[in-house]
């Protein structure tokens, strides 16, 4: 971790509903699920009252992922949910400091590079490239979106090298967008 990183404190807590509108069966959670099916059978809606949670549809932290800040999300659709099904879950402080990465249009680092501290709305419109093959985050937790604009699958990007799309979960390199994980 870099030494210009500050984090909360704070005990990140989540409380994950079976049905919308915060009703319904529903569990509370504090920290690293790695099965949350033993407690819940679906999830359709979530509150967010501390950190930054990262949800995954299958259990061991697979699958699509979701990426909450602090909030209410009545019905899936808030998080971008293709479905009800969340299966596992990890906890991430907030984050202030820091932020670089570096994207390439090739796997392993190769072709066309652009360096970034902030966040891309449009990384066409940046990069002149809609995909990416690979990247290096060298600080900070980023959000990686299908669609430009924040929208679509989301990839969550700790510090590492990524030398190729599927490293970071994915099945193809479009990147339609991408930002920092930092308190909104």
Same mark, same amino acid.
């Given at each position: 971790?870099?030494?210009?990183?500050?984090?909360?404190?704070?005990?990140?807590?989540?409380?994950?509903?079976?049905?919308?509108?915060?009703?319904?069966?529903?569990?509370?959670?504090?920290?690293?699920?790695?099965?949350?099916?033993?407690?819940?059978?679906?999830?359709?809606?979530?509150?967010?009252?501390?950190?930054?949670?990262? *949800?995954?549809?299958?259990?061991?932290?697979?699958?699509?992922?979701?990426? *909450?800040?602090?909030?209410?999300?009545?019905?899936?659709?808030?998080?971008?949910?293709?479905?009800?099904?969340?299966?596992?879950?990890?906890?991430?402080?907030?984050?202030?400091?820091?932020?670089?990465?570096?994207?390439?249009?090739?796997?392993?680092?190769?072709?066309?590079?652009?360096?970034?501290?902030?966040?891309?709305?449009?990384?066409?419109?940046?990069?002149?490239?809609?995909?990416?093959?690979?990247?290096?985050?060298?600080?900070?937790?980023?959000?990686?979106?299908?669609?430009?604009?924040?929208?679509?699958?989301?990839?969550?990007?700790?510090?590492?090298?990524?030398?190729?799309?599927?490293?970071?979960?994915?099945?193809?390199?479009?990147?339609?967008?991408?930002?920092?994980?930092?308190?909104?």
């Amino acid at each position: 971790m870099s030494p210009h990183v500050t984090m909360s404190h704070e005990l990140g807590h989540i409380i994950f509903y079976e049905d919308r509108d915060f009703r319904g069966r529903h569990y509370e959670c504090s920290s690293d699920c790695a099965d949350l099916s033993p407690y819940l059978s679906r999830c359709n809606s979530i509150r967010v009252e501390s950190d930054w949670w990262v *949800l995954y549809e299958r259990p061991n932290y697979m699958g699509y992922q979701y990426v *909450l800040s602090r909030g209410e999300y009545p019905d899936y659709q808030r998080w971008m949910g293709f479905n009800d099904c969340i299966r596992s879950c990890r906890s991430y402080p907030y984050v202030s400091g820091n932020y670089k990465m570096r994207i390439y249009e090739k796997p392993d680092f190769g072709g066309q590079m652009m360096e970034f501290m902030d966040d891309c709305p449009s990384v066409y419109d940046c990069f002149r490239h809609r995909d990416i093959h690979s990247c290096h985050v060298m600080d900070g937790y980023w959000i990686f979106y299908e669609h430009p604009n924040y929208r679509g699958r989301q990839y969550f990007m700790r510090p590492g090298e990524y030398r190729r799309y599927s490293d970071w979960g994915s099945y193809n390199p479009t990147i339609g967008s991408f930002r920092r994980m930092r308190d909104f």
